[in-house]
Nanobody
Framework: QVQLVESGGGLAQPGGSLRLSCVAS????????TGWFRQAPGKEREGIAC???????YYVDSVKGRFTISRDNAKSTVYLQMDNLNPEDTGVYYC????????????????????????????WGQGTQVTISS
């Protein structure tokens, strides 16, 4: 049974930092593209950062240069380091994994493709709230 458990959300001030973690279980983590989606109040869920099986990354323009996604396959964990936060970063952050497995590596461009839609065969975490406010 695929399970994703996020942690690390909370309240931060503008300009501050937060680090999200997501521990995966129930599948071979290193063979799957994984990432973070965000749902801001009143908006649709969108992919903000995804990482492929060879550590290739994709970021949506609004977080480039401020957020860093990384993975530790030995710990079956994906991280999202968020720096220079602003109020527009407020929302519920969801960890996800594409259920399609790749061996040895996913082809180029898959991280961007995964982050570009919510309609794929994905498994989702429960979400963690991030609020940026002074």
């Amino acid at each position: 049974q695929v399970q994703l458990v996020e942690s690390g959300g909370g309240l931060a001030q503008p300009g501050g930092s937060l680090r999200l973690s997501c521990v995966a279980s129930g599948f071979r983590f290193d063979a799957h593209v994984t990432g973070w989606f965000r749902q801001a109040p009143g908006k649709e869920r969108e992919g903000i950062a995804c990482i492929s099986t060879d550590d290739t990354t994709y970021y949506v323009d609004s977080v480039k240069g401020r957020f860093t996604i990384s993975r530790d396959n030995a710990k079956s964990t994906v991280y999202l380091q968020m720096d220079n936060l602003n109020p527009e970063d407020t929302g519920v952050y969801y960890c996800m994994t594409d259920l399609a497995g790749w061996s040895p590596y996913a082809p180029p461009g898959v991280a961007r493709t995964v982050c570009s839609t919510t309609k794929g065969a994905y498994s989702w975490g429960q979400g963690t709230q991030v609020t940026i406010s002074s």
